[in-house]
């Protein structure tokens, strides 16, 4: 069972586009991350929501914490190449052997020239 | 200062074998976790460790065990190797854990045969 579900799963967009991934779940996180992998690196973290309704921006990159802390967004405005990536959302959830950091599959996100 | 270190990069075994694998971590960080990632189940977690203690351990069998020492390093063994161990397997560090975020290497390969 899939604790995290993220949508779309796949994304091929050209650059300048505007887009946004989501990542739902019935359970209620504390706190949420953001990473993005590349092909042949490990994921890199790219911020943590903390707070109900937070918006948090990092460059042309808005994360968004829904109000009852169990979904969670990120807007991309006008996409570039260097965007190409697998994004993927991770929450720390309580299972029989304790809290443990998971994963949503992700999503794989093309920017084109 | 350095990144996560994971060796080897890849790795090839045969089914039935064993196979050990090595992460050293960001210099203080004393959380070692390890991910085990496929194209269909995604980043799946295995265990983390912390100060050489097992702190969690998520759904896997057995055969998959690690261990941390005294100067954070941690490595990671499966034994009995079969075809669906196949994977990308990925160490994380952190200072303590989800809150302070977490450091990914860049994987080793590991392909059964």
């Known amino acids: 069972t899939q604790l995290l579900e993220q949508s779309p799963q796949f994304l091929s967009i050209q650059e300048g586009e505007n887009l946004t991934v989501y990542c739902n779940s019935s359970s209620v996180f504390s706190s949420l991350q953001w990473y993005r992998q590349e092909p042949g690196e490990g994921p890199v973290l790219l911020v943590t929501?903390?707070?109900?309704?937070e918006v948090k921006k990092l460059k042309r990159l808005t994360f968004q914490f829904g109000d009852a802390r169990k979904d969670s967004s990120l807007h991309i405005t006008a996409a570039q190449p260097g965007d190409t990536g697998l994004y993927l959302c991770a929450a720390l959830l309580l299972s029989n052997s304790g809290y443990a950091l998971n994963f949503g599959k992700g999503t794989s996100l093309l920017v084109t020239p | 200062k350095a990144g996560v270190t994971q060796t080897p990069r890849y790795l090839i075994k045969t089914r039935g074998q064993q196979v050990t694998l090595s992460c050293s971590p960001i210099?203080?960080?004393?959380?070692v976790s390890w991910y085990q990632q496929t194209p269909g189940q995604g980043l799946q977690f295995l265990f983390e460790?912390?100060?050489?203690?097992?702190?969690n351990k998520g759904n896997f069998p057995g055969r998959f065990s690690g261990r941390q020492f005294s100067n954070s390093r941690s490595e990671m063994n499966v034994s009995t190797l079969e075809l669906g161990d196949s994977a990308l397997y990925l160490c994380?560090?952190?200072?303590?854990?989800?809150?302070?975020?977490?450091?990914f290497g860049s994987g080793t390969r590991l392909t059964v045969v």
């Open positions: 994380a560090s952190s200072l303590a854990g989800f809150n302070y975020g977490y450091t």
């Open positions: 929501v903390v707070t109900g309704g």
């Open positions: 460790y912390f100060s050489e203690t097992q702190r």
């Open positions: 210099s203080g960080h004393r959380s």
